[in-house]
Structure formats: C-alpha cells, structure tokens
C-alpha cells in the first residue's frame, strides 16, 4: 500500500481533533493527580488510622491496571446511580491512578527535608498548616518536580486506553479512520508523529529540570 498524502489531509483533522481530547485529559487528569497525590502524602503523616486507609487506598490503586480502574468507574458506577460521562471518567480515572504515583514521589521529597528543619519548626510553635506550608513543601516540592514532569508524560502516553469508553482521542480518532478506509498506514503513523512531536520536548525540558534540581 502507497502512502496517500490526500488521505493524510483528509483525516488529519479528525487526528487533531483526537489530539485536542488527550491533551485535555492529559492536562486535567495531571491537575487531578498532583493536589490529590500531594493530599495523600500529607495525609500518611498523619494519624495511624489515616495512614492505614490511606496507605490501603494507594497500594491497591498501584497494584491495580488502568484500565480495570477506567472500566470500574465507567461501567460499575451507574449500578449504584452514579452515571458520568466518558471524559469525566477518564480524567478522573487517570488522575487517580497517577495521585497515588505522586504520592509516593511527593513522599519522599517530603521525607528529604532535613529532621533539623522539623524541629526547628516545632521549637517555634508554628501551627502545623503553617510547618507545611512554610518550611516543609517549599523544600520538598521542587526536588521532586523532574520525577511528577515523568508521570504526567506517562499519563499522556496512557490516555489511548480511554479509547476502551470511548474517549475519541487522537487513537480512538486513527481507529475510526481507519476502519471506515481500511487505510491504516498513514493514520497510525501520523497518531504516532504526534504523540512523539509532544511526548519527546516534554521529556527533554523534564531531563533539563532534573539536572538543574541535582546540580542545586
């Protein structure tokens, strides 16, 4: 089979329009994954029956794939009345799923901090909002940063498994294509152009900002 540059025009808005929809679930499943990964790592410093629950909640969403998560809220859900649509799931699937990565990073950023810097805190009677907030995150957040820029660069590689909902993402795009054509060729590759066209400069400013991190 040649290659059909008039294909390539025809389908490529789809493919972009695919590409919009990724970026969308890539950026809000992110912001989802970083407040909820940082709330989870401050919360396994707390109380024993926190940290239990927590803890329980995290280690079974890392040992559980993505796309048994992404199914549970999409199907399972609307047995108990709650009915969302197939977006919304993505984006809170892959936020969850990530939150409990970034919380382990988020962890041991935070356990980085010097025991100094929290008894300094404590012998200042700082109200503990203000010891995380003023002394501990500020130190603990930036050394972490390369190792979050990767997860959200693996969210972005993941969000084709919402194609199993039927997210339309620049995947679930190629795939219409595709099997309305029978050309596969030129949509895969181009899906594929595209993801490395972001996916690689994204990896590359994270590669800068960890050497920048290590060299401080």
Same mark, same amino acid.
């Given at each position: ?44 410093? /707390? ?61 041991? /950023? ?107």
């Amino acid at each position: 089979m040649t290659w059909d540059w008039n294909y390539v025009a025809d389908v490529l808005p789809a493919l972009l329009d695919g590409l919009r929809i990724t970026v969308i679930a890539t950026l809000l499943g992110s912001l989802v994954a970083l407040v909820l990964g940082l709330v989870f790592a401050v919360l396994m410093r /707390g109380p024993a029956p926190v940290r239990v629950v927590v803890r329980a909640l995290v280690e079974f969403v890392r040992s559980t794939p993505l796309l048994v998560q992404v199914f549970f809220l999409f199907f399972v859900l609307p047995q108990f009345g709650v009915t969302l649509g197939a977006l919304v799931v993505g984006v809170i699937a892959l936020g969850l799923h990530y939150a409990a990565y970034n919380s382990e990073v988020y962890r041991a /950023g935070i356990e980085a901090v010097p025991r100094g810097q929290w008894e300094a805190a404590t012998a200042l009677s700082l109200p503990r909002s203000r010891v995380w907030t003023g002394v501990v995150l500020p130190q603990a957040i930036p050394r972490v940063l390369p190792a979050l820029g990767n997860n959200v660069i693996s969210m972005f590689k993941e969000t084709p498994l919402l194609i199993g909902i039927g997210v339309l993402d620049i995947v679930g795009q190629a795939r219409e294509a595709g099997n309305t054509t029978f050309r596969y060729v030129e949509v895969y590759t181009i899906a594929g152009l595209l993801f490395l066209v972001l996916s690689y400069p994204a990896a590359l400013l994270v590669r800068r900002l960890e050497r920048r991190v290590v060299g401080t």
